[in-house]
C-alpha cells in the first residue's frame, strides 16, 4: 500500500471522528441550566436564603446534610454534635424551611444567624454518620 493514498482516507477519518465528538448527544442527561430546572443536585453545598420570617436551606449536594441554625450571638454555646442522632436533615436536591422562631436563641433583636451543616454518609444498616468537617453559614435575617 503507498503511503500517499493512505494519508487523505486517515484524515478524512480524523474529521469525521472529531465532527462526531462535537455534537450533543440526546441521550445524555442535561444540567439544571440547561433544562430551566431549579432543583437539580450539584456537589458543593447548603443554600441558605432568609426570607420574611423564616430561612430555606436547599440542599444542592449528593448526600443527606445534618444542620443546626443558631442566633449568631449564641455561637458560643452551641455544641457539636448538637442533637446527637436526631439531627434535621435535609436529603439530596431537597429543602427545609426553618421559622426564625425555630433558631436557637432567637429574639425580636437577633440580626444574623448561622447555619450549622455537615454531610451523611448512611451505613449498611440505613443509620446515619457524621463524615467530615462542620460548615458554617452566616446569613442575615430580614
Not at 436533615?89 to 440580626?111: D, E, R
Not at 444574623?112 to 462542620?134: F, K, N, P, S
Request: some cysteine; glycine content about 8%.
Amino acid at each position: 500500500m503507498e503511503l500517499h493514498r493512505l494519508k487523505p482516507t486517515v484524515l478524512a477519518t480524523l474529521a469525521l471522528f472529531s465532527a462526531a465528538a462535537c455534537t450533543t448527544d440526546p441521550a445524555a442527561p442535561e444540567s439544571p441550566a440547561q433544562n430551566g430546572s431549579q432543583n437539580g443536585i450539584v456537589a458543593g453545598t447548603l443554600e441558605v436564603t432568609a426570607s420574611s420570617g423564616s430561612l430555606k436551606l436547599r440542599n444542592t449536594t449528593e448526600r443527606q446534610v445534618g444542620y443546626m441554625v443558631v442566633d449568631k450571638n449564641q455561637m458560643v454555646v452551641a455544641l457539636y454534635p448538637p442533637c446527637g442522632s436526631n439531627c434535621p436533615v435535609v436529603v439530596q436536591g431537597a429543602v427545609a424551611n426553618v421559622p426564625y422562631s425555630q433558631i436557637s436563641g432567637y429574639t425580636n433583636q437577633s440580626t444574623h444567624a448561622v447555619v450549622m451543616w455537615w454531610r451523611y454518609t448512611l451505613r449498611a444498616d440505613g443509620t446515619r454518620v457524621a463524615d467530615g468537617a462542620v460548615q458554617t453559614t452566616t446569613v442575615q435575617l430580614k
